[in-house]
């Protein structure tokens, strides 16, 4: 996407992010339904990684099957409007 790299499954402290590109410091978190019963667990995921000075963005799985298009939009908006550090 824009040339920018994104790592898959990467362990970043005690958890590991679904997608993130350290260039512009963007995790992305692909959601299924188990997501649903642990929204705490997750919300605590996010704050940790916001303390490391990341911006996380979550979507659910049918989410990015059914809108594709909306998706990679809302991840380049994201990318294109957080400066390198």
């Not at 919300?43 to 940790?48: A, E, S, T, V, Y």
Request: hydrophobic share 30%.
């Amino acid at each position: 996407m824009s040339g920018l790299k994104f790592r898959r499954q990467e362990p970043i402290g005690k958890y590991i992010a679904d997608f993130v590109c350290f260039e512009k410091h963007v995790i992305i978190e692909c959601d299924g339904g188990q997501h649903m019963s642990q929204k705490s667990k997750d919300d605590q995921r996010d704050r940790w990684f916001i303390e490391q000075g990341f911006r996380v963005l979550r979507f659910w799985d049918n989410e990015i099957l059914q809108r594709t298009k909306d998706v990679l939009k809302k991840i380049y908006n994201e990318c294109a409007r957080t400066p390198s550090p």
